[in-house]
């Protein structure tokens, strides 16, 4: 099956700083979305992104499928962006999103 | 409009005993997703719902666990003789249409401690 990799693992970063996350995935995909997981568990969407860039607000993504990879960059970074970012994908042979292991971000004041 | 809901948020249960999950997709949509969530990890896939029938329940980790869909919107994700390793957050998931082109919206979850 599909192996989904996110680096790096942990991040530790001041506010104001900027940051890249990386999801790189095995096969072809049709399906792959970001998500963040905050303090409290809640699973919020990002992005819906199997290819191309999106922007909004403060957070944009990449994803370029030929290459097997998606970055997910965040700029101005808050203390409100701590948590988990999770990268899912999807693909034909597959119902259920694959999940990578998640980027834990920590954003000092 | 409201997103996924999932009752309750919280359930602490003695091992043995029957629990119910139940989960409230947004309306409209089709496909109702099962996953399960352990400390420190990513979700886990259980079961696949399009419209009222189980489409993939690959996932399920065995003869225990067992989800309806009866009316094609509320589900309910049914744990028999609960053990301490079922303790985890519970999280439900809907989209538009199901797989592949399908982007998942998720509700808060339940999270089950089993004593």
């Known amino acids: 099956g599909i192996q989904v990799e996110q680096s790096p693992p942990d991040l530790i970063l001041q506010e104001g700083a900027n940051s890249t996350l990386r999801c790189n995935f095995s096969d072809s995909v049709n399906n792959l979305q970001w998500f963040h997981q905050n303090p409290w568990g809640q699973l919020i969407n990002l992005f819906y992104?199997?290819?191309?860039?999106k922007q909004n607000g403060r957070l944009s993504a990449t994803t370029v499928a030929t290459e097997r990879y998606s970055l997910l960059y965040i700029s101005s970074s808050q203390t409100t962006d701590s948590g988990v970012y999770f990268c899912?994908?999807?693909?034909?042979?597959?119902?259920?999103?694959?999940w990578g292991a998640g980027t834990k971000l920590i954003i000092k004041p | 409009g409201a997103g996924v809901s999932q009752t309750p948020s919280n359930k602490v249960t003695e091992k043995g005993k029957y629990v119910e999950l139940r989960c409230d997709p947004i309306?409209?949509?089709?496909?109702l997703y099962w996953y399960r969530q352990s400390l420190g990890q990513g979700p886990e896939f259980l079961i696949y719902?399009?419209?009222?029938?189980?489409?993939?329940d690959s996932g399920l980790p065995n003869d225990r666990f067992f989800a309806v869909r009866p009316e094609g919107s509320v589900s309910t994700l049914k744990i028999q003789r609960t053990e301490r390793g079922d303790s985890a957050v519970y999280l439900c998931a809907s989209s538009v249409t199901g797989p592949p082109y399908n982007e998942q919206f998720f509700g808060p979850g339940t999270r089950l401690t089993v004593l």
């Open positions: 309306s409209g949509h089709t496909a």
């Open positions: 899912a994908v999807g693909a034909d042979s597959n119902y259920q999103l694959i």
């Open positions: 719902f399009q419209g009222t029938g189980a489409a993939d």
């Open positions: 992104i199997p290819s191309g860039t």
